[in-house]
C-alpha cells in the first residue's frame, strides 16, 4: 500500500482513466492481439500445417540440401544466407544480398525465398525479389502475419504503427503505475469479489481483481512493449548516429565480428556437421543459421541456438565455413558478454513470454488475457456511468463495438483465411479488407441495436459461432489434416488448437445467457467502502 | 470571477499538457541521446546504445509523473526545459567533436 497524499492521489486517478478514455480501445486492440500473438507459432501450424512436423527446428540433413539449392539460385544471392523455422513449421531458406541505399531510397536486401516441407526438405516454392515482398508472397504464414501486424503496427504504413504502438506502450505503462499508487487496499482488492451482490458490483470487483493480479505483468508487458516499438522508430537509429556516426545499418556493420576479407573461392565446409558441434557444444539445439559470403575463404556460419538449460538468453555459435572450425561463441546481443547486451536481451523473453516453451506462454496467454479484460471493463465501467450523457453515449458504444467486435473480426479473419486459402498461395490484401469489413459490419450491428446489451449479446454470440465452425471450415474447406492425421503427423497443436477454439466459442455463447437478466443497482446504495475501479470512476 | 478562475484553470491545463506531453518526451528523447554520450560503451561497444534503449521508456515515465504532479508549473517547466537544453547541447556537443576529429 502506498500512501500517497490526497492531492498526489486525486491527480493519479485522474491520469489513470483519462489515459484508458483516450488510448483504452487502441490498446486493449494491442493487447489482445498480442495475447493471441504468444501462439503465434502454434497459430500458423494449426492454420496451413505442413505434411509431417520435424522434431527440431533445423531439421537433419538440411546441410546437404542446401548445398544442392544453391547451385539453383543466382550467385549474387550466395552472399548472405538465412535458414529458419516459419511460424507453420515450414522451413525458409533466403538467399539474398544487401542492396545499398541510394538518394531517394534505402537500403535493401534481395533476393530468392525457398519454402521447403519440414520433415521431407522438398521444395514447396520459390519466389525472387525483394525481402518486404518475398516474406509476404506465400499466404501459409498469412494468418499469423496478419495478427503481428495488428499489433505491431495497428495496420498502419511505415514507421507510423510503430509510433502508435509505443504511445500505447506508454500509456499502458502510465495506467499500471498510477493504478498501483491509488490502490489504497491492495490485498482486499485482490481477494474481493461480491458475485452474490448485485451485477454492478461483481463487474467492478472482477475488473479490479483482474488489474490488481495482472498489475505486474501489464508494467513489464508495457515497458518492453514502448521499448520495442520506440527502439525501432526512434531509438536505435538516432543512437546509432551518436554512438556509431552512422545508420543502423553502420552499427550492424561495426558490430560484425572479423575474420579477415578474403575473396578467393572455397567450398563450404560440411553444414550438417557444424550444427551437430553447435549443439554439442553449448548443449543447447540450433534454431536458424545464417551464412555470410558462401563459397569464399572469408564465409562465416552464424547458428543461433536456443538458450541453455536454465538459462534465459539465447546465444550464437560461430565458425569458419571454408575449414568448418570453431571461430567463436557469441551472446544474445553483440560480440563479447556485456551488461547493455543481456539488458536489452531480456526485453524480448519478458515480452513474449518464450523463455520457457508452452508452460511460460501460457501464463503469458492468461495474463494477456486479464490486461485485455481490465482495459475493456475499466472503458465499459467508466462509459456506464455516464451513458446518460450525450457525449458519453457514443464512447459506450463505440466500447462495445471494439470490446465484443474486434474477436468478432478477428475470427472472421480466420474463416475467412480458410474460404480462401489454395495451398500456400498468397492473399494479398484479402485478410486486411476481411477485417475491415467485419469492423464495419459490427459497428453497424452495434450502433443500430437497441442497447449496448443487446449489440454485446448479439457480437458476442457472432463470435462464438463463428469460431464453432473454424474447426469445420480448416478440417473440410481448406483441406487440413483431421485429427487422427494430424496427431499421428506430429501436429499435435491443430488438435490443441481445434478444441481451443471450440470451448472458446461455447464460452461465447454461454456467457450471453449469464447477461440475460443483468441487475443494475444504485451506486450509492451499495458500498461505502470504495473499490478502485469506483473511485477511477469518481475522479471523472 | 468564477468565469475567471475557470479561464484560468482550463489555460494552466492547456500549458501542463503541452508540458507534460509533447516536451516531455523531446526531453526523453534528448536524455537518451545523452545517454549513448556519457556511458562508455563497454567491450562489447553496446552499452551505450542498449542501456539508453532500455531506459528511454523509464525515463520518459518519470519525467511524465513529474510534469504531472508538481504543483508549481512553472518550475516543472524549468526542470524540464533545462534538462532538455543541457542534454540536447551534450549532444550537440558530441558531433562537433566527432566532426572536429574526422578533419
Known amino acids: 500500500m502506498i500512501n500517497a497524499s490526497t492531492r498526489i492521489t486525486k491527480s493519479l486517478l485522474a491520469i489513470h482513466g483519462w489515459s484508458a478514455v483516450f488510448l483504452g480501445l487502441l490498446l486493449y486492440a494491442v493487447i489482445l492481439t498480442g495475447t493471441l500473438a504468444v501462439f503465434e507459432h502454434e497459430l500458423g501450424v494449426w492454420a496451413n500445417p505442413p505434411v509431417q512436423a520435424s522434431d527440431r527446428p533445423l531439421p537433419e540433413g538440411i546441410g546437404a540440401r542446401l548445398k544442392i539449392l544453391a547451385d539453383s539460385v543466382d550467385p549474387a544471392y550466395l552472399d548472405e544466407v538465412g535458414v529458419f523455422p516459419a511460424a507453420d513449421g515450414r522451413l525458409m531458406a533466403f538467399f539474398h544480398t544487401h542492396i545499398d541505399a541510394e538518394p531517394g531510397r534505402e537500403a535493401f536486401e534481395d533476393g530468392t525465398l525457398i519454402l521447403l516441407e519440414p520433415s521431407t526438405l522438398d521444395e514447396v516454392d520459390r519466389v525472387t525479389g525483394p525481402a518486404d515482398e518475398v516474406f509476404r508472397h506465400f499466404g501459409n504464414n498469412a494468418l499469423s502475419n496478419f495478427l503481428l501486424d495488428l499489433h505491431i503496427r495497428l495496420l498502419l504504413p511505415g514507421q507510423w504503427g510503430l509510433w502508435a504502438t509505443g504511445l500505447l506502450g506508454f500509456a499502458m505503462l502510465v495506467a499500471a503505475v498510477s493504478g498501483f499508487v491509488i490502490h489504497k487496499h491492495l490485498l482486499k482488492d485482490i481477494f474481493t469479489l461480491r458475485r452474490r451482490r448485485a451485477d454492478v458490483l461483481a463487474a467492478r470487483d472482477a475488473h479490479v481483481i483482474a488489474g490488481s493480479w495482472s498489475l505486474p505483468f501489464a508494467f513489464v508487458l508495457a515497458f518492453t512493449g514502448a521499448f520495442f516499438s520506440f527502439g525501432g522508430a526512434i531509438g536505435l537509429p538516432m543512437l546509432a548516429a551518436i554512438a556509431f556516426g552512422g545508420d543502423v545499418e553502420t552499427a550492424l556493420e561495426v558490430l560484425q565480428p572479423e575474420v579477415g576479407e578474403d575473396a578467393s573461392p572455397a567450398a563450404l565446409a560440411d553444414l550438417d556437421g557444424i550444427l551437430a558441434s553447435a549443439a554439442a557444444r553449448t548443449g543447447g539445439e540450433p534454431q536458424n543459421v545464417f551464412i555470410n559470403h558462401w563459397g569464399r575463404a572469408d564465409a562465416l556460419v552464424t547458428v543461433r541456438m536456443s538458450a541453455e538449460e536454465g538459462g534465459l538468453l539465447p546465444g550464437a555459435v560461430l565458425y569458419k565455413g571454408a575449414s568448418g572450425e570453431f571461430f567463436k561463441t557469441l551472446p544474445n546481443l553483440g560480440n563479447e558478454p556485456s551488461f547493455g547486451g543481456d539488458l536489452a536481451g531480456l526485453m524480448s523473453p519478458l515480452h513474449f513470454g518464450n523463455f520457457a516453451g508452452t508452460p511460460s506462454k501460457v501464463v503469458w496467454f492468461a495474463l494477456g488475457f486479464a490486461s485485455a479484460y481490465v482495459a475493456l471493463t475499466g472503458m465499459v465501467l467508466w462509459t456506464r456511468r455516464r451513458e446518460s450523457e450525450p457525449g458519453w453515449e457514443r464512447l459506450a458504444r463505440a466500447t462495445a463495438w471494439l470490446g465484443y467486435g474486434l474477436p468478432a473480426s478477428l475470427a472472421a479473419v480466420a474463416a475467412g483465411y480458410f474460404l480462401m486459402i489454395d495451398g500456400i498461395a498468397g492473399l494479398g490484401n484479402t485478410l486486411l479488407f476481411l477485417f475491415l469489413g467485419g469492423l464495419f459490419l459490427t459497428a453497424l450491428l452495434s450502433f443500430s441495436a437497441s442497447s449496448t446489451d443487446v449489440a454485446n449479446r448479439l457480437l458476442l454470440r457472432l463470435t462464438g459461432a463463428i469460431m464453432l465452425v473454424l474447426p469445420l471450415l480448416r478440417w473440410q474447406v481448406a483441406d487440413g489434416p483431421g485429427w487422427l492425421t494430424a496427431l499421428s503427423s506430429g501436429l499435435g497443436w491443430v488438435v490443441v488448437m481445434d478444441i481451443s477454439m471450440i470451448l472458446g466459442a461455447l464460452a461465447c455463447l454461454a456467457y450471453h445467457r449469464r447477461q440475460d437478466a443483468p441487475v443494475w443497482v444504485s451506486d450509492a446504495s451499495v458500498d461505502d467502502d470504495l473499490t478502485v475501479a469506483e473511485r477511477v470512476a469518481d475522479a471523472a | ?103
Open chain 2, 1 to 103: 470571477m468564477a468565469e475567471m478562475m475557470e479561464s484560468a484553470s482550463r489555460r494552466s491545463g492547456w500549458w501542463r499538457a503541452m508540458l507534460a506531453g509533447p516536451l516531455v518526451f523531446l526531453c526523453s528523447v534528448a536524455v537518451m541521446g545523452a545517454l549513448a554520450v556519457v556511458i562508455p560503451p563497454g567491450p562489447a561497444l553496446i552499452n551505450n546504445v542498449a542501456v539508453p534503449l532500455v531506459l528511454f521508456p523509464g525515463a520518459w515515465g518519470l519525467l511524465f509523473f513529474y510534469a504531472c504532479l508538481e504543483l508549481k508549473l512553472l518550475r516543472a517547466y524549468a526542470v524540464v526545459v533545462g534538462l532538455l537544453l543541457t542534454n540536447g547541447g551534450l549532444i550537440a556537443w558530441h558531433f562537433i567533436q566527432t566532426a572536429q576529429a574526422a578533419t
